[in-house]
């Protein structure tokens, strides 16, 4: 019910609103950015707010309410295994010795949201209805029923299954921390035939945004790695990325299982495979691999429950903030100690910067808001030219 309120208020005050937006033109998505943001003077739209002047200084009067803030210590300060720490005044944060970013958020950044297309399609009375049909299949057995299930039809509407609302409000509070932003919004598909880019291969972007993106085609996850490798960010919101491969059909605008979630599909038959599709490469570059079976977390600021979560699985992860997992089910002996982290990660001339947690769930949660605003946007790209 709140997201569906979220959702109605954010299109009634912003249905006529221009505010330096860019929307990309070959875009597939369906609503253009320029109707999504509030056309109110003080951009408050999204939680109905009295607060009057710029952004910027909305955004400075809202960190200082008297809310619960992570603090983990009473004072400043940069912990030996190189956490983020709120200072005792809940405004500023002491950041990573090790931190490879200085400075604020960059002026004229461009960022871009990307909408989880495929993976809406995925949860759209397709993929899950043949999962649990055929839950007890064992390894070596063709199934050749039902394999119409193992392809949808790609929305261009936000899903609440699959990072659209999330979405939706983040584009007001990108507003509010980078007013002179160039904020685009893509589908799935724009990044699988290649929209980051410019006709000289170089990136359009400063800043990719991902949600709930467990399905992507092959391309997809390709030119996200290369967007990162060229120097750009691509922040993940949630746990549970770059799980399962399909293919998509731009003639017929549908997708299709290809590899992963424990299944492969030629096409005329499906049989078990894999669970995680690119789980050593992603491990690589991503700097994670998606987990289930956490039971609690020690170190909860957000008051967030487990659903589903990124763990540590490269070494040369920065650790911004440790939850303190707690781990239940069979696998744990097998897993051993998992660490879910927000977390940095350098990868050739770009980085990741992962929350590990299943954003979607918070991303109303003021405290929550205010810990992206200055850990992930204030470090996450350089000042810009």
Same mark, same amino acid.
């Given at each position: ?112 949201? %990307? ?125 549970? %990325?770059?799980?399962?491969? %399909? ?133 996450? %790209?350089?000042?810009?030219?």
């Amino acid at each position: 019910m709140m997201i569906f309120v979220l959702f109605s208020l954010l299109v009634t005050n912003s249905v006529f609103a221009i505010f330096e937006v860019q929307a990309t033109t070959n875009s597939s998505y369906k609503y253009p950015v320029t109707t999504l943001l509030d056309s109110m003077t003080n951009n408050s739209a999204l939680n109905g707010s009295t607060f009057t002047g710029s952004p910027l200084s909305i955004t400075k009067e809202l960190r200082n309410l008297n809310e619960t803030i992570p603090i983990p210590g009473r004072q400043g300060y940069t912990t030996a295994n190189n956490d983020y720490i709120f200072s005792e005044n809940k405004s500023e944060i002491s950041t990573p010795s090790n931190n490879s970013h200085t400075g604020e958020f960059g002026k004229k950044v461009k960022i871009a949201l %990307v909408m989880p297309t495929f993976t809406a399609a995925a949860y759209d009375q397709s993929f899950y209805l043949f999962y649990n049909k055929y839950i007890n299949v064992t390894s070596g057995v063709n199934i050749t029923t039902d394999l119409n299930l193992l392809s949808s039809k790609v929305t261009k509407e936000p899903s609440s299954s699959a990072s659209g609302f999330a979405m939706l409000y983040l584009l007001g509070n990108l507003k509010w921390i980078s007013p002179e932003s160039h904020i685009g919004f893509l589908a799935d598909q724009d990044i699988d035939k290649g929209s980051i880019f410019r006709s000289n291969g170089s990136n359009i972007y400063d800043v990719i945004i991902l949600g709930h993106q467990e399905y992507v085609t092959q391309k997809e996850y390709d030119n996200l790695k290369q967007f990162v490798s060229d120097g750009g960010t691509m922040i993940i919101l949630d746990g549970n %990325v770059f799980y399962a491969q %399909v293919k998509y059909n731009s003639n017929k605008d549908t997708m299709t299982l290809v590899k992963g979630h424990s299944w492969a599909f030629n096409g005329k038959s499906a049989w078990r495979s894999v669970n995680e599709r690119w789980k050593n490469e992603t491990a690589q570059w991503v700097g994670s691999n998606y987990i289930s079976g956490i039971a609690k977390f020690s170190n909860n600021p957000f008051d967030y429950l487990p659903h589903e979560e990124q763990y540590i699985t490269n070494p040369k992860d920065i650790i911004l903030l440790n939850y303190n997992a707690t781990r239940s089910g069979p696998n744990f002996n097998k897993m051993g100690s998992a660490v879910v982290a927000t977390y940095e990660l350098n990868y050739q001339k770009g980085r990741i910067i992962a929350l590990g947690l299943y954003s979607d769930d918070i991303i109303i949660n003021g405290t929550f808001d205010r810990y992206f605003d200055n850990v992930i946007l204030q470090y996450a %790209v350089r000042n810009q030219d």
